[in-house]
């Protein structure tokens, strides 16, 4: 009975001496993602005159993650009714800017420095208007306020020690060191900077997130990911780190990876502007032209220039350079030297192959502001996509100058180095490249195949599309995926921008296995003729489909055996998903599936709806029609008519062939 009441003791004395909360303790919780919990705390310390203030602001951070925008900034007005403070308009104008609302936040970042002059938080708001109204000058010498503030505390012996003050100072330390090229800054940024940071708030996962994007930024994968996962550990709903996870998994073209990221981000955040343009990205890079539409409508509201350029370079895409042009417009109405819509247009248009308007973008991006945006190096990589390779070597080793820590620079140069000692054999339509130590019978072999190809494709599609082409088979397939992508992780042997055709010799170092190298050119130049003609617009299935069937091998026993399982699984794509299994595979084996499925569905067109329906369909996607408009123009039906037949066709085929499924 003595343990039993001294319990009961205990408990009551408890209730009876519960402290009151703290800011401490609130700001915790909101670090820690217990947004709710957090709340509860920040309420309960706005009642106290001492914290009010600083209640009210956290309690609009815990809103604001929450995607509650309108309710954050009711809370920072009530609390300026009762008495305004810088930090109130400083708070009030970082909402009205993450809307979009330039004009409001100015005016809040005016009244805070008229109160504080030094006022971290809003001197580094207003190098943020600057730079977005293009006021480029003013932007620098605010960036550059925080950089001799920081040095001149350090030397008078009074560092800063506030988490949210070294956060500021980091973030205009690297546009500090993104303007005048100073990469040794990003060094001391993400060391010493992010570093004092998390010692003086380990929980404060901004500052991973953000050491994450600088790592993210520089290509150093491998680094960027840890930080986000630090991130996640400290706060297992931060969206910003998942996004930061999701732009990851979308340059190692992990489609349905990235997607889940972006979606966790969105459920915790749906308004997070970062989370809506990754699905835009996702989808855009996938081909999912209305998957993009739709993603961009939502990201609309926010009417940056990272929009409106995706926004443009959407229209221009599908032949709509009316609305092109009109995104353009608005663009320059919010900035007069919009070097940030130059840059994203010039990516999305470069992700769709449309090499030269994309140069053309990255070019103005550059003489509207060359030190806002990467456009240098984006110009030295689209050359060598476009196999410009004297022009790459030029842009990239100036561009490396500026950032040594780039990867994606580095890898590039070393692909150079190495393709500077290869041979070169042109023909007609082709320039042909080989290393003369290990494959010099191989060049002289696929120069006259390539040619007869060519002939061969150009009669099967009634198109010639105009050369020359670089073909080049490289004697380690790690260079092989530097040509590709600028990395070591392509897990395939052969691959092609659209005007570069790349693949690893038979016996490069590094490869596994034996293969068919005339398979492999067979099913490239395949890919170059259909996205020639298609205006890069053609999809996945229809791309994936033609190359396999130009292959001229037989179907591997796997393909049927997956085939014939998901027929008795009541699993098999259709029309309308079937790029998903190339983009977003749930399972290994629905990649498999998809290459199988596309190369049927050809052959079921071709049966139904005669040899040139393959034409047809690869015009219409040239003139911007969707699949549904270009499927109906092709073949005279409705995608419900094709879904059922291609259904009956497929059962038709699995009980001729005498798969099995497993």
Not at 628 to 643: Q, Y
Request: glycine content about 6%; overall charge neutral; hydrophobic content about 45%.
């Amino acid at each position: 009975m003595r343990g039993f009441s001294l319990i009961i003791v205990l408990v009551v004395g408890a209730s009876v001496t519960a402290e009151p909360p703290t800011l401490a303790e609130a700001r915790l919780r909101w670090l820690k993602g217990n947004h709710a919990e957090a709340r509860e705390l920040y309420v309960e310390l706005q009642k106290t005159a001492e914290h009010r203030i600083a209640a009210v602001i956290g309690l609009s951070r815990t809103l604001e993650s929450e995607g509650k925008s309108e309710e954050a900034l009711k809370v920072i007005d009530e609390a300026l009714k009762a008495g305004a403070t810088a930090d109130l308009h400083a708070r009030r104008g970082e909402l009205f800017y993450r809307t979009g609302d330039l004009k409001k936040a100015g005016d809040d970042v005016s009244v805070a420095l008229k109160s504080n002059e030094d006022h971290f938080a809003a001197r580094w708001l207003k190098s943020c208007i600057a730079r977005d109204r293009g006021q480029y000058d003013v932007a620098d010498a605010e960036f550059r306020w925080f950089v001799r503030t920081y040095v001149a505390r350090n030397r008078a012996g009074k560092d800063i020690k506030d988490p949210d003050e070294l956060f500021i100072v980091a973030q205009a330390g690297a546009e500090n060191a993104r303007w005048h090229q100073l990469p040794d800054q990003f060094k001391f940024i993400l060391n010493e900077v992010i570093g004092d940071t998390l010692k003086s708030d380990p929980n404060f996962w901004p500052a991973e997130c953000l050491a994450g994007q600088l790592l993210l930024e520089k290509f150093n994968k491998a680094e960027a990911l840890a930080a986000f996962d630090k991130a996640l550990a400290i706060n297992p709903r931060c969206a910003e780190a998942l996004v930061g996870k999701g732009q990851l998994a979308l340059r190692l073209f992990e489609f349905a990876e990235a997607d889940g990221f972006a979606n966790r981000a969105l459920e915790i955040n749906p308004r997070h502007a970062d989370a809506l343009l990754l699905r835009a990205d996702i989808a855009w890079s996938a081909g999912r032209m209305q998957a993009t539409e739709q993603a961009l409508t939502a990201c609309a509201p926010h009417h940056t220039e990272a929009v409106l350029g995706r926004l443009s370079a959407y229209h221009e895409v599908r032949n709509n350079k009316t609305e092109a042009n009109k995104q353009a417009e608005t663009a320059i109405k919010l900035n007069p030297k919009p070097a940030r819509f130059e840059f994203e247009r010039g990516k999305w248009l470069d992700d769709r192959r449309h090499y030269v308007a994309a140069r053309t973008a990255f070019q103005k991006a550059l003489e509207y502001a060359a030190q806002v945006t990467p456009a240098q190096a984006e110009l030295g990589l689209l050359a060598l996509r476009m196999g410009d390779e004297d022009e790459a070597r030029k842009l990239l080793g100036e561009a490396f100058k500026a950032d040594p820590f780039h990867v994606r620079l580095s890898n590039s140069l070393k692909v150079l180095r190495h393709l500077s000692k290869y041979e070169t054999i042109k023909t007609e339509h082709f320039i042909i490249r080989f290393d003369p130590k290990t494959d010099a019978t191989l060049g002289r072999l696929m120069a006259d195949y390539l040619e007869t190809e060519y002939e061969r494709l150009a009669k099967q599609y009634d198109h010639r599309p105009s050369g020359p082409f670089i073909v080049e088979a490289f004697s380690t397939h790690e260079m092989f995926s530097g040509r590709i992508i600028a990395g070591p992780d392509l897990h395939t042997v052969g691959a092609t921008t659209g005007r570069v055709l790349a693949m690893s010799a038979p016996k490069a170092q590094g490869v596994k296995k034996p293969f068919n190298w005339a398979r492999v050119l067979r099913h490239e130049l395949t890919h170059i003729f259909n996205l020639d003609q298609s205006n890069y617009l053609s999809p996945h299935w229809l791309t994936e489909g033609l190359a396999v069937g130009n292959e001229s091998a037989g179907r591997p026993a796997e393909w049927l055996r997956i085939l014939a399982s998901r027929a008795a699984a009541n699993e098999l794509l259709t029309l309308s998903t079937l790029d998903s299994g190339f983009t977003h595979p749930r399972l290994p084996e629905d990649n498999t599936l998809a290459y199988c499925q596309a190369q049927l569905l050809i052959d079921y067109l071709t049966k139904t709806h005669g040899p040139d329906v393959a034409v047809k369909l690869l015009r219409a996607f040239a003139a911007g029609k969707d699949s549904a408009t270009a499927i109906r123009e092709a073949c005279g039906v409705e995608v419900a008519v094709v879904d059922a037949g291609y259904a009956a066709f497929l059962k038709d085929f699995i009980a001729k062939s005498g798969a099995k499924p497993v």
